[in-house]
């Protein structure tokens, strides 16, 4: 079927690319692949939806919502995100999607991965096959849909970039906004944008040495270069913490101390940073030898290839140095990959490799599709979790509160404060922080919260609101330990310290009364309720 009348009225590489998908020399078998691709992408959808819906927030989730909702205004925005480790892009959508919704948080994140999805679907020029693999992988399909953060916009970029990339040259500007957003998503895709730009340079200078062309890159080419110089800088200014942060107390235990570990406790330890990506039971340097061979695998395409091992050193050394990576974070470095090999594939060499090459890239070819099939593995046992149990508390505390009449306007006193956080979307809830004394729906992570508190200061904080304010006051106890031992500590996350003694377990159990246990989640969100008498 012609379609020349529509590359003549149009310049958009996408358009004609999305057209081309539907019409081809063999119609029928075109229409087939557009019909089968809408409907893995309504499997995909419906799978997503319902497992959200049955998805409880947990803090980190609503923390973002809580912050966005907090501003008065974009730059008031600006202001209260310098010390939250995160740049403004996901704040600023929920920012703006809480002036159409206060329930933003889920719709956010399925739009921007049903828009991720669609483009690789359509765009991306993997087989249909391996395309249906990585839908239904952990990371389209749970962690960057289902949890509702800021790196589900890192994929959906990281795919209009690799869809822009190819007619970089007559779009240079359009992909380094694309880029600058993506630096703006979080620190990690700074990171890598840094070496897509690398790669960018190479490739310009390399066309323009085979055309025989002089290496002056052209206005759009500098400009586009400058957007993302600046949207890195950005990024760098608003995620890096001042010196009141308390996040750079946070080390992974092997952190820098590991330096000084035995080298093959070390090299064991550095290739177990991103088994995550794996399923459970499989050896933990599986993904890493699996990641390094898929880098192998674009060994024809050098810059690529340096840039995937680059990407690999830069992330493993962050992993261990600073802090150790989850899934949602080492998932970006795989989306990267997936990025590279979109670039592979859309300036496929027409001459043929020698045998070396070949081997490496079919080595590589196969290290991605076990990857892509150890996602489904790992996609399939979240998605599980999350439709059969819970994933936070405060979801059944908040029904618990407005179905109350006794407890619904309460003050509600947390210890670890953190573990309430995303209690505020469940419940219209007034939060104390006994340590910062304040009400607030987020804590912060700053010296203006004290490191230490004991079970006695907590008690006579919640005695002293219900004096003053007259309602009842909800103590939310996240330590399992307190009651069952007369006295202990507990430590936990940014160098926090919890104390009790057995007179403080007295006085618990004389001047409360035990009203709720929220205790089904898996994770650590929950607790036991005392009501102040």
């Known amino acids: 079927m012609e379609t020349t009348h529509i590359t003549r009225s149009s310049d958009s590489a996408l358009i004609k690319k999305l057209l081309a998908f539907a019409q081809s020399k063999n119609p029928r078998a075109s229409v087939a692949t557009l019909i089968a691709a809408l409907v893995v992408l309504c499997a995909w959808l419906i799978l997503v939806v319902f497992t959200a819906s049955q998805h409880e927030f947990w803090r980190d989730e609503v923390r973002a919502l809580s912050v966005a909702q907090s501003a008065a205004s974009p730059l008031d925005l600006f202001n209260k995100i310098h010390n939250e480790g995160h740049p403004i892009v996901w704040y600023l959508i929920l920012y703006l999607g809480n002036l159409i919704t206060p329930q933003i948080l889920p719709f956010a994140a399925l739009v921007i991965a049903l828009g991720a999805v669609a483009v690789f679907m359509f765009f991306a020029p993997f087989p249909f096959w391996l395309k249906c693999l990585f839908l239904f992988g952990v990371l389209p399909v749970y962690e960057y849909s289902v949890m509702a953060r800021n790196y589900g916009i890192s994929m959906l970029l990281f795919f209009v970039a690799a869809a822009l990339y190819k007619n970089k040259s ?13 630096a703006n998503t979080n620190i990690h895709s700074a990171m890598l944008v840094c070496l897509i730009a ?27 270069f400058v957007i993302i110089a600046a949207g ?39 290739s177990g940073v991103f088994a995550k990506l794996m399923p459970e039971e499989a050896q933990p340097f599986l993904a890493m030898a699996l990641l390094a061979l898929a880098a192998l695998g674009l060994i024809r395409r050098p810059a690529l290839f340096l840039a995937a091992l680059a990407g690999l050193v830069a992330f493993a050394a962050l992993f261990l140095l600073v802090y150790w990576g989850q899934l949602r974070h080492q998932g970006i470095y795989f989306v990267f990959v997936v990025f590279l090999y979109w670039l592979r594939m859309d300036s496929a060499n027409a001459k043929p490799a020698r045998l070396p090459a070949r081997v490496a890239q079919g080595m590589g070819l196969v290290a991605l599709v076990g990857l892509l099939a150890g996602g489904v593995v790992v996609g399939y046992r979240a998605v599980t979790q999350d439709i059969t149990t819970q994933m936070s508390s405060n979801k059944d505390l908040g029904a618990f509160l407005t179905s109350s009449e ?18 505020p979307y469940y419940a219209p809830v007034s939060l104390f922080y006994p340590r910062e004394q304040r009400f607030g729906k987020y804590v912060s992570f700053t010296t203006a919260s004290s490191k230490y508190i004991t079970l006695g200061i907590l008690l006579n904080d919640a005695i002293d609101l219900k004096n003053k304010y007259g309602k009842p006051v909800l103590i939310v106890l996240g330590h399992k330990d307190v009651g069952p031992r007369q006295s202990g500590t507990a430590r936990f996350s940014y160098g926090s310290l919890f104390q009790w003694y057995s007179a403080d377990v007295a006085t618990l159990n004389s001047a409360t009364t035990l009203v709720g246990t929220f205790t089904s989640a898996v994770g650590d969100e929950n607790y036991r309720v005392f009501l102040v008498k």
């Open 170 to 182: 007559r779009h240079p500007v359009l992909l380094g906004v694309v880029l600058a957003l993506l």
């Open 198 to 224: 690398l790669v960018w340079a190479w490739d310009a200078v390399a066309e323009r040495r085979k055309n025989g062309q002089t290496l002056n890159p052209g206005a759009g080419f500098a400009a586009a």
């Open 232 to 270: 890195v800088a950005l990024d760098v200014f608003t995620a890096l913490p001042d010196d009141t942060s308390i996040l750079g107390i946070y080390r992974n235990p092997i952190g820098p101390p590991a330096l000084s570990k035995p080298p093959e406790q070390v090299f064991q330890e550095a």
């Open 406 to 423: 006794a407890y619904r306007d309460a003050i509600i006193v947390p210890e670890p404060d953190y573990l309430v956080e995303s209690l």
